[in-house]
């Protein structure tokens, strides 16, 4: 099955998936999906076939849906193209064909943290001074000095067209995590000001802040219970003494494991960057907790994290919105017209991604 549709779809293009009926979540199609499947993903040996519109290029999912043009390399370029709004050649040359990043191909999913994240901050790259004001926003003071943009720990670099590693997440992996391959930690997004200040941001787009769990970890995986994280991420670390950092004497019931990593790291690279500021920000969508309150995709997350730090890094840490993105450093500029439209048009399960009106 192929499809030689290039459009992408925005919010008021589509209405909920109505997969039932055999409805394509585009207005007015009158494709009948049924008729058309393709292959998604092998689930316990058996090939799982979801339904896919070839007029809209689109496989459909329980509430979203995955731009979808083919199965060959060439389509999912096509296809991952169609999600990125901004910079996307960069992304096709510096990721997707150089294998960069873990799981480089779902960034055509219409869910795609990872791709909203591409999008807003390459975007906001582009306008330095827009991405100045958003570390001012963080650190609570006036930024002088130009800011570096990592995802997914590389330096982008978009007038060279040219994508490096960063040296500190590189050594911190080796040291803390050598023998994990299922999979690294990979910060989403960092700002550095470069012997100055690192800022580690874990964004979520429509999915909750992973939890540890009592349970065991296959081989070559990274641990699931909080205390052997806390055994492999700080009594083992030799990088930083995170016995300044942590305070694990009353530790909240629910463990954050991804966010607790990012704090280690986050401290760990600053100390190797040369004993500079570190923060971390967890960067969540404001309509989603609205639409799911009591649900574990907005519970309160300041003062869980905070508690396992010791006094003087509590403020450390902090919660952002990309509502608040929008607010501070988006919303009025001329430049970035095309970055507020695509923040305001977003689509999220076929509905609306933020609340931004
Ligand atoms: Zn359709």
């Given at each position: 099955m192929k499809s030689n549709c290039t459009i992408s779809f925005s919010r008021n293009d589509l209405q909920r998936t109505r997969l039932w009926q055999g409805?394509?979540?585009?207005?007015?199609c009158t494709v009948d999906i049924k008729q058309h499947k393709v292959s998604f993903q092998k689930y316990k040996g058996k090939m799982r076939y979801l339904a896919f519109c070839p007029e809209h290029g689109i496989r459909i999912h329980k509430n979203g849906f995955v731009y979808y043009n083919g199965s060959s390399p060439a389509d999912l370029i096509t296809a991952t193209k169609r999600n990125l709004m901004f910079h996307s050649d960069y992304y096709v040359t510096n990721?997707?064909?150089?294998?960069?990043?873990?799981?480089?191909?779902?960034?055509?999913?219409?869910?795609s943290e990872d791709a909203v994240s591409y999008n807003v901050f390459t975007e906001l790259l582009s306008n330095g001074a827009a991405l100045k004001r958003l570390v001012g926003n963080i650190l609570k003071r006036h930024i002088k000095d130009e800011v570096e943009l990592y995802l997914w720990g590389g330096k982008i670099d978009l007038r060279n067209n040219s994508f490096v590693q960063y040296k500190p997440l590189i050594k911190v992996r080796n040291h803390l995590?050598?023998?994990?391959?299922?999979?690294?930690t990979e910060p989403d997004i960092m700002l550095v000001i470069p012997k100055k200040v690192v800022i580690c941001i874990e964004a979520k787009f429509g999915s909750k802040n992973p939890i540890a769990k009592e349970q065991k970890e296959k081989q070559e995986e990274k641990p699931k219970s909080k205390i052997k994280l806390i055994e492999r991420?700080?009594?083992?670390?030799?990088?930083?003494?995170t016995k300044e950092l942590f305070d694990f004497s009353n530790t909240p019931k629910l463990f954050y494991e991804q966010l607790f990593r990012n704090i280690v790291f986050a401290a760990s690279m600053a100390k190797l960057e040369g004993n500079v500021n570190w923060y971390v920000v967890n960067l969540r969508n404001q309509h989603v907790m609205n639409l799911k309150r009591g649900k574990p995709e907005s519970m309160p997350i300041m003062r869980n994290i905070r508690s396992i730090l010791k006094p003087r890094y509590k403020k450390r840490f902090t919660h952002l919105t990309w509502e608040d993105i929008y607010n501070k450093a988006?919303?009025?500029n001329e430049e970035l017209v095309n970055l507020a439209w695509y923040l305001k048009n977003k689509s999220l399960n076929c509905g609306r991604a933020f609340n931004i009106l």
């Open positions: 409805k394509c979540p585009v207005k007015n990721f997707l064909k150089k294998k960069n990043k873990m799981e480089s191909g779902r960034l055509c999913y219409e869910s995590e050598r023998d994990i391959k299922r999979f690294a991420y700080c009594v083992k670390n030799r990088i930083i003494d988006v919303k009025g």
